[in-house]
C-alpha cells in the first residue's frame, strides 16, 4: 500500500474540545411560536423548619398576563425531593393556573433551598421558582 490510498479515511473528524451540556442553558432557547407572559403571586416559599423525613406541599398560583395562551412546557426540580405538577394544557389569556410543588426531606439535614425550573413560551423562556426550609436532623438510634 502507498501512502496515497484515499478509500480508506484517516480518523474520523473529531471534535477537540466539546462544549459542556448545559441543559438549563440548552432548553432555555426562544420559543419558536409567539410568546406570552406570566407573573406569580409569590417566587419563593419558605416551608420554615421540618423534621427529617417530612413531606410537605406548597402551590404556587400565576397569572397569564400576555395575549397568547401560556403553554409549560417544561417543569423540572432541581432534585428528586422536589417534585412540581404543572398544568399540560394552556392557560388563556387572564386565566391563573397552579403549580404544585413537593419537597420530601428525607435524608435531608439543615439549610436546604432547591429550585423550580419552568420553560414556557414565555420571554424570557425560563422562570424559576424557589422552595427552602430547615430541616432538624432526624434523631440515630
Given at each position: 500500500?502507498?501512502?496515497?490510498?484515499?478509500?480508506?479515511?484517516?480518523?474520523?473528524?473529531?471534535?477537540?474540545?466539546?462544549?459542556?451540556?448545559?441543559?438549563?442553558?440548552?432548553?432555555?432557547?426562544?420559543?419558536?411560536?409567539?410568546?406570552?407572559?406570566?407573573?406569580?403571586?409569590?417566587?419563593?416559599?419558605?416551608?420554615?423548619?421540618?423534621?427529617?423525613?417530612?413531606?410537605?406541599?406548597?402551590?404556587?398560583?400565576?397569572?397569564?398576563?400576555?395575549?397568547?395562551?401560556?403553554?409549560?412546557?417544561?417543569c423540572k426540580g432541581s432534585?428528586?425531593?422536589?417534585?412540581?405538577?404543572?398544568?399540560?394544557?394552556?392557560?388563556?389569556?387572564?386565566?391563573?393556573?397552579?403549580?404544585?410543588?413537593?419537597?420530601?426531606?428525607?435524608?435531608?439535614?439543615?439549610?436546604?433551598?432547591?429550585?423550580?425550573?419552568?420553560?414556557?413560551?414565555?420571554?424570557?423562556?425560563?422562570?424559576?421558582?424557589?422552595?427552602?426550609?430547615?430541616?432538624?436532623?432526624?434523631?440515630?438510634?
Amino acid at each position: 500500500m502507498t501512502g496515497s490510498d484515499k478509500a480508506t479515511p484517516a480518523t474520523p473528524a473529531v471534535n477537540a474540545k466539546p462544549q459542556a451540556f448545559d441543559p438549563a442553558k440548552d432548553a432555555a432557547q426562544a420559543p419558536a411560536g409567539p410568546t406570552t407572559s406570566m407573573v406569580f403571586d409569590t417566587y419563593e416559599h419558605d416551608f420554615g423548619t421540618l423534621d427529617e423525613g417530612d413531606a410537605v406541599t406548597h402551590v404556587f398560583s400565576f397569572t397569564n398576563t400576555g395575549s397568547e395562551p401560556l403553554l409549560l412546557e417544561k417543569c423540572k426540580g432541581s432534585c428528586g425531593c422536589t417534585v412540581p405538577q404543572c398544568p399540560k394544557t394552556p392557560i388563556a389569556p387572564g386565566a391563573q393556573g397552579e403549580i404544585e410543588v413537593k419537597f420530601n426531606s428525607k435524608g435531608k439535614k439543615n439549610n436546604q433551598t432547591k429550585t423550580v425550573t419552568i420553560n414556557a413560551n414565555t420571554d424570557p423562556a425560563q422562570t424559576i421558582l424557589k422552595i427552602k426550609a430547615f430541616v432538624n436532623p432526624a434523631e440515630t438510634k
